[in-house]
Structures are given as C-alpha cells and as structure tokens.
C-alpha cells in the first residue's frame, strides 16, 4: 500500500533553514509527482508546491518562491521540501502528498512535520 | 491566483441532519476539484475528486457537484463521525489552492 512517512519535528530559530524528507512506498516513485501543503496552527491548508519525481520539474507557490526548494532522491524514493530564512509564520504542520495519476487531487498524505520558528 | 472561497465557515447539525458546503470559485475550474474531511491530529481524507466522484472506501453519505465556479458538497445523513473540517481544494491550473474550511460542528 502507498505509504508517505516524513521526518520529525523541528525547531528552528528565525532566520534558519529547515528540510523535511518525505520517504514514499507501496508504489513506481518516479511515476507521480509530490506536493508540500502545510497547516498553520488552527488556520487552513496551504499549497506549497509540486514536484515531479519523474524529471525533477517543480512549481511553486508565488508568496514562497525564493525561500523554498522541493528536490527528490530516486535512489531512495524520497522527497525534500527546504525552507530558508524562516519566519514565525512559517511555524506550521508541513504535509507532503501524492496525487491519483493524472490529478491534482490528493488520496495519499504523509503523517505531518511540525516546524516550529521561535528565537 | 484562483481564490476558492467555502460557506458557511462554521454550521451546527445534529446526527441525521442533510448537510450541504457551497465552495465558490474566482474563475472557471471546469470539474478539476476536490473535497477534504479534517480532524484534529489528523492529515486530510480525500472525500470527492473531480467535483463528483467518489474516492474508494468512502461512504455513499457523501456526494459531490457543481462545475465551472459553483461546487457543493453534501452529506445525506450526518453520522457522528462526520463532525470535522472540510476543505474544497481546486487543481486547474497552479497554484492550487484551498477553501478556508467549514467546520461542523454538533448542535
């Protein structure tokens, strides 16, 4: 069965950077791209980007560019989302997912990586 | 950026109650979206994809329709396990981005 299991929590002072991996199985890893969502303390859901596991093509939300890279590792069929110059407001519970072929909609989710920014 | 907007934002029911979300996008999406169920502690659940199908494995309770920039999502039969966050989330073109979320909570 597909499986997404991400990297524990961390904390991260303002101004630091921070990579979470994201370790896929049950499944081709290079036949479906990854996507990074993440949830803020009792706030919504947040599109954070998409990469494809295929060729390593990437798209990222506007607000983020910049600040945030998306890579993977085939090798070991897993993901990286990394975030520099962090913020408070980047404090949030990062998702990574994976779409059903074909689609942006999301059936499989990863457990969650709280990141937590405070000096 | 497609702005997705869900109403109401909190509503009240009791088990048994006929529930629907309205999720109103700021252009045409074609069918290209999906509905989440939240609960505290827990990743999303994939409910509907393409404005109406059903994903494998979740009850018949829930349905989905709309096209364009009109979207509902409607649980026949509220059950207990059915008090939580639901999110639209629309993937025609990116970003894709998320409705704010309904709450529903037990009246």
């Known amino acids: 069965q597909v499986q997404l299991v991400q990297s524990g929590a961390e904390v991260k002072k303002p101004g630091a950077s921070v990579k979470v991996s994201c370790k896929a199985s049950?499944?081709?890893?290079?036949?479906?791209?990854i996507s990074w969502v993440r949830q803020t303390p009792g706030q919504g859901l947040e599109w954070m980007g998409w990469?494809?596991?295929?060729?390593?093509?990437?798209n990222y939300a506007q607000k983020l560019q910049g600040r945030v890279t998306m890579t993977t590792d085939t090798s070991t069929s897993t993901a990286y989302m990394e975030l520099k110059s962090l913020r408070s407001d980047d404090t949030a519970l990062y998702y990574c997912a994976r779409g059903r072929s074909g689609s942006g909609s999301y059936p499989f989710w990863g457990q969650g990586t709280l990141v937590t920014v405070s000096s | 950026d497609i702005q997705m907007t869900q109403s109401p934002s909190t509503l009240s029911a009791s088990v048994g109650d006929r529930v629907t979300i309205t999720c109103r996008a700021s252009q045409s999406i074609s069918s290209w979206l999906a509905w989440y169920q939240q609960t505290p502690g827990k990743a999303p659940k994939l409910l509907i994809y393409?404005?109406?199908s059903l994903e494998s494995g979740v009850p018949s309770r829930f349905s989905g329709s709309g096209s364009g920039t009109q979207f509902t999502l409607t649980i026949s039969s509220l059950q207990p396990d059915d008090f939580a966050t639901y999110y639209c989330q629309h993937y025609n073109s990116y970003p894709w981005t998320f409705g704010q979320g309904t709450k529903v909570e037990i009246k």
């Open positions: 990469i494809s596991a295929y060729n390593g093509n990437t």
């Open positions: 393409k404005a109406s």
């Open positions: 049950g499944y081709t890893f290079t036949s479906y791209g």
